[in-house]
């Protein structure tokens, strides 16, 4: 015979079970089943339509030795180390000036993190007539400035770097809040007591700020790295990963060859890949942060 406490235990477990099953359900319909199905399709020779053909590791193999995703790899490397820092650090000055007292800043803060607020696409489009060769405002303003107008989104040269700065503006206003909610737990009194030494703002910076902004500093390391991991929408509006597949990422190689070469085992194989990529890259930021590297 069951006891009452028994009873209770059990009716506690099945009520909570209760009220996790919509969010199992979700995780297991959108994302466990689909990482499963797409490791199991990477194991077959697939277009899409018809039998399967078993290959096991011959994809991995093929895609591997393939010059074109040695160049897609080192694009997707380009990318990511143009968009983390230069957004860490700009969203960091956002973040430290707007945390000072100055006029209108509720104005600026908005300014700055209204453009989180547009869809990739929507930016993508934006940015796309910015850089436009005929009428582009940057070709004006470098004409303005005495330098000859670029070909940005039509050149191997500067469509990388377009794509950077169009995912920079877009992303320096979401993690200037993150910063600027981590600049609010730092109390005020270490920054008296530094005054009362005589210490100029800059070593406060260098000497409080930075430091204690460290677990705020892996936090949004983190995000930004798997942000540009899977970053696509900006690619595909500005540029459809060319000219010559040089803004050509991970992320959308796998749309290329799924959707417009209609390989889908080779577009699951990327994207197995793709996940062992951003695996490897957080289990290294772990080790090289420890705890402060858990959210």
């Given amino acids: 015979m069951v006891s009452l406490p028994s009873r209770r235990k059990m009716k506690y477990t099945l009520e909570a079970y209760g009220f996790l099953a919509p969010a199992l359900v979700i995780l297991i319909t959108f994302i466990i089943y689909p990482?499963?199905?797409?490791?199991?399709?990477s194991f077959f020779d697939w277009r899409g339509l018809g039998a399967k053909e078993f290959v096991f590791l011959d994809n991995y193999k093929m895609i591997l030795?393939?010059?074109?995703?040695?160049?897609?790899?080192?694009?997707?490397?380009i990318y990511i180390l143009g968009v983390v820092p230069t957004t860490m650090v700009l969203s960091l000055i956002a973040a430290v000036l707007l945390n000072t007292k100055i006029r209108l800043k509720s104005f600026y803060r908005t300014s700055i993190f209204s453009p989180t607020a547009i869809s990739f696409v929507a930016t993508g489009i934006i940015w796309v007539w910015m850089f436009n060769s005929d009428y582009g405002l940057v070709n004006r303003v470098l004409e303005a400035l005495g330098f000859s107008p670029l070909d940005w989104l039509k050149s191997t040269s500067y469509a990388m770097l377009a794509v950077i700065i169009a995912t920079v503006w877009a992303r320096v206003g979401y993690f200037m809040v993150i910063y600027l909610a981590g600049l609010q737990t730092i109390p005020e009194e270490y920054y008296e007591a530094?005054?009362?030494?005589?210490?100029?703002?800059?070593?406060?910076?260098?000497?409080?700020?930075l430091p204690l902004l460290k677990p705020t500093h892996v936090l949004v390391l983190v995000m930004l790295t798997i942000f540009s991991f899977r970053d696509f929408d900006q690619i595909y509006t500005m540029t459809g990963g060319g000219p010559l597949m040089s803004t050509?990422?991970?992320a959308y190689y796998i749309y290329v060859l799924s959707f417009e070469r209609f390989r889908f085992s080779e577009g699951a194989t990327v994207a197995v890949i793709l996940l062992f990529?951003?695996?490897a890259v957080q289990y290294l930021q772990r080790k090289v942060f420890g705890d402060e590297a858990i959210y």
Wanted: positive net charge; hydrophobic residues 50%; aromatic residues 14%.
């Fill in 194 to 209: 530094a005054e009362v030494d005589g210490a100029t703002s800059f070593r406060k910076f260098l000497h409080i700020t």
């Fill in 35 to 41: 990482v499963l199905n797409l490791f199991y399709i």
């Fill in 277 to 279: 990529f951003v695996i």
């Fill in 248 to 250: 050509t990422t991970l």
């Fill in 65 to 77: 030795q393939r010059e074109e995703f040695r160049q897609v790899l080192k694009n997707t490397i």
